[in-house]
């Protein structure tokens, strides 16, 4: 109580002093009725005002009380200059709240272990090597007995858990009519147990639940669900939901922090792995294998147990497949395996964008470290212009301490104002940045906690931010000498070094922000205005889907009812639309060869789907409503080049050949211009074949492709999503979206990146151009006298501009240059986030050159046109 | 003999047994007391007696509090918390082996 009444009692120090004198006279008055003498009592009391030090300095916490009058005489300093002070705490506020925004995001995302009993000892296992495409690559999914095998055998060891890859599938709870989303995940039966997680309500999977294909039809919700879902109703259990061609019993909702080890999405129904139909299949690598490691286990042996297992099961598995090349089986059986530590989760956001995540933070950080430049700058101006009265404290016999202290209260009320509204910044703007990621209609979902990690950081943030910039100044104004100060009144020749040092680092690191961003902008530039090679102009896309296999001709029946309703052009179906992502690709045998190394790509497609998406026939014909897979095919020209080497491709014959060995003859019937397949990167050899076929009788998922008349394609969109219903019965719309989507789909993440990376840019040169201008203003300001003196004798405005430039002209150069070299060394670090783009490019060093140089220019106009305006007269009259 | 100031030390001691046969008394109030019960001996100086009493709410022995007296005025008026009472006991027993080695120096001496 005492300390805390102490520090209250200074908080409130004059209504304390009121109240001691209150007593006192109370005192006295009452000594006096007594009968004493009133002069006497007076007397007895000695001086009033020492009695009252007395018991004040008794009541109050001292240190305290000097350190409110810094702080109220800091606060009176930062009014004194509205304008600078308020762009100082807003320039501040802005890269701190950045800054911890990138840090929420990162730490959300990558760094925060995951709510699970024993994050330290959770790992995964990828394979690397050469893929099945021949290519180099790194791969975190497994198939299922592969996986059984390897959690036997370690057993003891360590808990082998299966987690298939979160996706945004359909599931109904009554009927198909009321079809939504839902994120689902398969896991193991076991992996609750191994998390140590608890039942929120009902139970969860558990280890039996891993012991037969498709008899465990059981979901767990996650809280998160349940509350969006439904409101926390208890009675949701044991209620049913179809998902996947299956009924599934809700039996209970896991523990209300666990959302699943996927950072980036948050898993809203859980089903055991064993209800998925790939899990008997050895060719399928549907789910990732995380590994809750037994405290002192060797992470080494248990990797090469790992890898001998998985090498036996592989040669197992690809002995006598003839649809593979010899040169594909021996790469893919010398894959490694590896283990990682994940104990943040592992998801592919955090591959895709973690590292963009952290060129963010990086281009921030310099924007901070920009903008502490700045308001060092203004702290020493502002020091350098209390001189006198620095001197003066100092000669009345004030320490070197409590000067330090009366400047950096200063510092960290504007510190602490920044982080303030910084953190609202960080509030606001961290979702948003998440909202940015994924497509609309899956959104990423990052849980962002304001939790103790996050207020250390800003905390941190701050402390370090209040040395940055408040430091130095501090320990410069406090070491004043006041004989020198007194008399002249003259910067010292040190605090403008250290103002002009900080406008060269300004110009590196904003050469630097700038260079990247450009960069940034150029990649997504040249990315979106790449032509796709087909038009996505007024087109949409309706994914539909039947519960059963469907006869193609009632597809071709529903998409002959969509020709005839008004503002439909055309409308052609494919099994799913071009840059959806997804793809099917086998090997290809040419006059009875051996099954190709590279692999080609395939889609079915019905005959006008060509004409719909403006891909140009070459050569020969579209499709025909006779032709049947497999038998016709339509090839682009990457796959006449690669495996017909361009000689008269149609009429020719090739086998798309299995892994199993199967092969299916076929005739190049057109050639098609070349169109990207799944994604814009890069152009794939594409086989497009008919959606009639010999070999299946009916198909549950494809895409009804159609041309509308208005330029706002998703108008039609419910209409036309009821009428295939209407249709069909058995016929769902389980996604409507126009072509122009998808086609943004692709940047998602360049496009990201150059918005954030061009605001900050802005900031940077906005910033750096304030500070230069600052700096010179000063500049010119200071030497007034001496520029007045200059000119009266004769000195040309041209030499007074070189006088007043000179130095920081230097300095700008040295900094650009510093920057320059900086810019070099941080683009290859984040190279693989740029398109075609290179960062040795000279025009992508000299365009934030021209830039940051201009800005520089247009800021130091005003003090160059200020030092000219000088009045000699004027000038040498005042002194 | 001649009106001493309380001794050095024991301020502390008589303020507190004063407040704990009779609580709640005001500053004056306590000067009086002592006064009055060291039979004029011993006097407390406003310019002590309102530090010490300052100190020892701080230190948690005492509580204060504003009573509106009949008169109109405010009075401060303090009395014993239990921390108190353990401190009485504490230099009342220090006290009582002051005084009795003093007492054996003058007798020996």
Known sequence: MSVWSRISNAVRSERLNREIEEELQAHMEEAIASGRDPDEARRAFGSALRAREAGHSVRVAGWLESLLADVRFGWRQLCRNRVTSAAAVLSLALAIGACTSSFRLIDALVWRPLPIAHPERLYFLSRAGMGFDNKPGAWDSWAYPDFELLQAAARGKAQLIAVSYANRDDITYKTDLEMEKASVQHVSGNMFAAFGLQPAAGRLFSESDDHAPGAAPYAVLTYDYWTRRFARDPSVIGRTLHYDNGVYQIIGVSEKKFTGTEPGIVVDIFVPTMMDRGVTRQDRTWIRTLVLVEPGVSIESLRQMFEAIHGGFERQRLTGQTGLSPVTIQNVLRNNVRIEPAPAGISQMQKNYGRALAAIAFLVLLVLFIACANVANLMSARAAARTREMALRVSIGAGKGRLVRLVLAESVLLAVLSAAIGALFSWWSAPLVVGMINPKDNPARLILPADVRVLAFGLLLTIVVMLLFGLLPALRASSVNPAGALKTGETPVARQRLMRTMVGIQVAFCFLVVFVAGLFVASFELLSNKPTGFSADRLLLLETTSRAPQPTVYWDDVAEHLREMPGVERVSQSSWPLLKGIGWNDSISVNGGPPSIDLAYFLNVSPGWFETMKIPLLQGRDFRDSDAYPQAAVVNQTFARKFLHDEHPVGRFFEKASDDGTHQRMQVVGVVRDAYYSSILVMLPVVFVPMHSQEIAGVRDATFVVRTASSNPLALASTLRQEVTHVRAEFRVSNVRSQEELNQGQTIRERLLAMLAFFFGFVALLLAGIGLYGVLNYSVLQRRREIGIRMAIGSPRAGIVRLVTIDVCIMIALGACAGVALGLGAARSVESLFYEVNATDPIMILLPFTVVLSTACAAAIPALVRAVRIDPAEILRSE | ?109
């Open chain 2, 1 to 109: 003999m001649a009106k001493t100031d309380a001794l050095q030390g024991s301020l502390d001691l008589l303020v507190l047994k004063i407040l704990s046969r009779r609580p709640r008394l005001h500053g004056y109030a306590i000067m009086a007391a002592i006064a009055f019960t060291s039979g004029e001996v011993l006097r407390a100086e406003e310019g002590s007696l309102y530090p010490a009493l300052y100190r020892m709410e701080e230190a948690g022995w005492i509580r204060a509090e504003w009573i509106k007296k009949e008169t109109g005025r405010r009075a401060r008026v303090y009395e014993l918390t239990a921390e108190g009472k353990k401190q009485l006991g504490a230099e009342e027993s220090r006290w009582q082996s002051v005084s009795l080695a003093i007492n054996r120096v003058l007798r020996e001496a």
